[in-house]
């Protein structure tokens, strides 16, 4: 079974910046696409992003021009950094890899924005 592990969260102000990580127990290149969904208080859970195994990626329209997804597939871990970043952007950050079969997900990483 996968196992995803984030980190990076934590309180920046508005307008700052913060990059987190999600680090997988296995080789990336075999994982379909690997992504991001947040869910913020008392709001439906968004997807945020998405990179497949071939380095395409798209956002939510809340985050594009600001986020960027990455991956290191030596390192097997995706990247999300997240910049000019809104009180809006305050949410439980969930990382997922997207198997043909099935989806595997973190266990979530909190993200507050300041001000």
């Known amino acids: 079974q996968v196992q995803l592990v984030e980190s990076g969260g934590g309180l920046v102000q508005a307008g700052g910046s913060r990059r987190l990580s999600c680090a997988a127990s296995?080789?990336?290149?075999?994982?379909?696409?690997m992504g991001w969904y947040r869910q913020a208080p008392g709001k439906q859970r968004e997807w945020v992003a998405e990179?497949?195994?071939?380095?395409?990626?798209n956002y939510a329209d809340s985050v594009k021009g600001r986020f960027t997804i990455s991956r290191d597939n030596a390192k097997n871990t995706a990247y999300l950094q997240m910049n000019s970043l809104k009180p809006e952007d305050k949410a439980d950050y969930y990382c997922?890899?997207?198997?043909?079969?099935?989806?595997?997900w973190g266990q979530g990483i909190q993200v507050t924005v300041s001000s």
């Open positions: 997922y890899a997207h198997f043909t079969l099935s989806r595997y």
């Open positions: 296995e080789s990336i290149s075999s994982i379909n696409a």
């Open positions: 990179i497949t195994n071939g380095g395409s990626t």
